[in-house]
């Protein structure tokens, strides 16, 4: 790959607790060779790479994808990778535990269902504002350090899933926006920066989740002009296990529509 023009880099969720390395809390099996490998990528070409944007899962325990936020009739919170649907929350196999949060929570997997969204999965806590989990992955975070004091540039951190009523697997929007919170609004900032450039290199996790997501935000949101800049760096990135089928429907939809597939070695000096 040769003439790239304006070149950014977005890299999705590079935190602890997506990888693959003791204690994680969400492991996502190669997360940590992806991230290895731009890592590799930012010290081989980093003087080509005018922008780099990193997006940060951020969450607090008390989450509507977290079990806390739910129980069942005796009390009990759901397990890990339960999936509430409206039907379950309508018919009390769940129910918020703070019953202040009921009609909330059933209008949000309501409006999942109309939105044609992920359906609520129960994740463990993870990558909890604070925790060793949150942060970026070590050798990651070395190398956007390295890149920020060579060339005087800052990283663009861009926080995620804050608001505890709606998941945000998109750094471009909430699942359900909320109208009166401007942090689950579209990110018109990062949309701006990424308007601007010729080329955006992606990477990080997960692939199937939010990866997917965010990317399918920035080309609705842009347009399909815009489309052909994304390039999808395929070998700094992995699925979810169990949600492989989603990251190849991603891939499959999203090169339909323009996006560009590329391995991090394929990309030249």
């Given at each position: 790959m040769h003439s790239l023009g304006n070149t950014q880099l977005l890299i999705i969720d590079p935190q602890n607790d997506f990888c693959d390395i003791p204690g994680a809390a969400l492991p996502v099996k190669g997360a940590s060779a992806d991230l290895n490998r731009v890592a590799a990528l930012m010290a081989r070409m980093g003087d080509r790479i005018d922008a780099i944007h990193v997006t940060l899962d951020s969450h607090n325990p008390l989450d509507i994808a977290h079990g806390v936020w739910w129980c069942n009739a005796v009390g009990e919170s759901p397990v890990p990778f339960t999936v509430i649907s409206a039907a379950d929350v309508v018919g009390g196999v769940w129910r918020a535990r703070d019953p202040d949060q009921q009609a909330t929570s059933l209008a949000y997997v309501q409006a999942l269902a109309e939105r044609g969204r992920h359906q609520l999965i129960i994740w463990p806590e993870h990558c909890l504002i604070?925790?060793?989990?949150?942060?970026?992955?070590?050798?990651?975070?070395?190398?956007?350090?390295?890149?920020?004091?060579?060339?005087?540039?800052?990283?663009?951190?861009?926080?995620?899933?804050?608001?505890?009523?709606?998941e945000h697997y998109s750094a471009i929007q909430a699942e359900v926006p909320d109208p009166n919170d401007p942090a689950t609004l579209p990110n018109h900032d990062l949309l701006a920066r990424l308007a601007a450039a010729d080329t955006i290199l992606v990477a990080g996790e997960a692939l199937s989740h939010c990866v997917a997501s965010t990317v399918s935000d920035i080309a609705d949101h842009l347009g399909v002009a815009h489309s052909g800049k994304l390039v999808l760096l395929d070998d700094c990135t992995s699925p979810v296990a169990g949600f492989e089928a989603l990251g190849r429907a991603f891939i499959a939809e999203m090169t339909e529509r323009g996006m560009r597939t590329l391995k991090s070695s394929d990309i030249a000096r």
């Open positions: 604070g925790s060793w989990g949150h942060g970026v992955h070590v050798g990651l975070f070395d190398a956007l350090s390295q890149w920020g004091r060579k060339h005087l540039k800052t990283v663009n951190y861009v926080t995620k899933g804050t608001n505890p009523a709606t």
